[in-house]
């Protein structure tokens, strides 16, 4: 049995193949509204017991944090994944090419970022817009921008891009160093500038490190001393 993505492909080629005159527009109206059906279930599939096999948005989360991507049809979300993850969502000139929710992880700054094609328990949306579509496009969602000159294609401005997601995210860095060893510059623990303590590293490891846990050393600008010892609500 075709699935739901392969019908959609298999009416799309009819629509492309079937002139376009006055004999065939109640053929080609018939097509758009099974097709308008299909994209709605791919969107909103009905509830059934067992669950199904199409492909959707569930995704699991990964990484230190999650960015959703958000835009009109076709402005070029998935371009802009592509470039900034390396992650392959399908590419066309044609709208409602991504159907489904392609996941892909910037590392920057040692986190790992989370970007999905499709906003859902986002930590921070991106709202992409084509600069070349109608001016009513732009109004509908340019007070939710705070600049422009950002391009997937040429690569013009992603490390500001990048920059003020990171920002907005406001994650810091917490670097781990074994004793009688160097620090490890790697691979820090990623927290939130909100909830930092020493028990939030412990519980970002393993919640089993707090059973067992004395004391922390710590450097850095705001440590009194270096190191200074700390106890875990610190």
Same mark, same amino acid.
């Given at each position: 049995?075709?699935?739901?993505? *392969?019908?959609?492909?298999?009416?799309?080629?009819?629509? +492309?193949?079937?002139?376009?005159?006055?004999?065939?527009?109640?053929?080609?109206?018939?097509?758009?509204?099974?097709?308008?059906?299909?994209?709605?279930?791919? /969107?909103?599939?009905?509830?059934?017991?067992?669950?199904?096999?199409?492909?959707?948005?569930?995704?699991?989360?990964?990484?230190? +944090? #999650?960015?959703?991507?958000?835009?009109?049809? =076709?402005?070029?979300? =998935?371009?802009?994944?592509?470039?900034?993850?390396?992650? $392959?969502?399908?590419?066309?000139? &044609?709208?409602?090419?991504?159907?489904?929710?392609?996941?892909?992880?910037? *590392? &920057?700054?040692?986190?790992?970022? *989370?970007?999905?094609?499709? +906003?859902?328990?986002?930590?921070?949306?991106?709202?992409?817009?084509?600069?070349?579509?109608?001016?009513?496009?732009?109004?509908?969602?340019?007070?939710?921008?705070?600049? $422009?000159?950002?391009?997937?294609?040429?690569?013009?401005?992603?490390?500001?891009?990048?920059?003020?997601?990171?920002? &907005? !995210?406001? !994650?810091?860095?917490?670097?781990?160093?074994?004793?009688?060893?160097?620090?490890? &510059?790697?691979?820090?623990?990623?927290?939130?500038?909100?909830?930092? =303590?020493?028990?939030? $590293?412990?519980?970002?490891?393993?919640?089993? /490190?707090?059973?067992?846990?004395?004391?922390?050393?710590?450097?850095?600008? =705001?440590?009194?001393?270096?190191?200074? #010892?700390?106890?875990?609500?610190?």
């Amino acid at each position: 049995m075709a699935t739901v993505m *392969q019908k959609i492909k298999d009416i799309e080629d009819e629509m +492309a193949r079937t002139q376009k005159n006055k004999a065939t527009s109640h053929h080609i109206g018939l097509l758009k509204a099974k097709l308008a059906k299909l994209r709605r279930d791919i /969107l909103a599939p009905p509830s059934k017991g067992g669950g199904g096999s199409e492909p959707g948005f569930d995704v699991t989360k990964s990484g230190d +944090a #999650r960015v959703g991507l958000v835009g009109f049809p =076709s402005v070029g979300k =998935s371009t802009l994944l592509n470039k900034l993850t390396g992650t $392959f969502s399908e590419v066309a000139s &044609y709208e409602f090419t991504t159907l489904t929710c392609i996941p892909g992880v910037i *590392q &920057y700054k040692g986190a790992r970022i *989370q970007v999905i094609g499709v +906003a859902r328990t986002c930590s921070a949306i991106l709202i992409v817009l084509d600069a070349i579509k109608p001016i009513t496009h732009k109004k509908l969602i340019e007070k939710e921008l705070e600049g $422009f000159g950002i391009s997937a294609h040429m690569e013009w401005n992603l490390d500001g891009l990048l920059e003020k997601v990171w920002e &907005y !995210l406001n !994650l810091v860095r917490v670097y781990t160093k074994p004793k009688g060893l160097s620090p490890d &510059y790697e691979d820090p623990v990623i927290l939130s500038a909100d909830t930092r =303590s020493v028990e939030d $590293f412990c519980l970002r490891i393993h919640k089993d /490190l707090l059973k067992h846990f004395k004391y922390a050393l710590v450097w850095g600008s =705001s440590a009194k001393h270096k190191p200074q #010892r700390v106890g875990k609500v610190s």
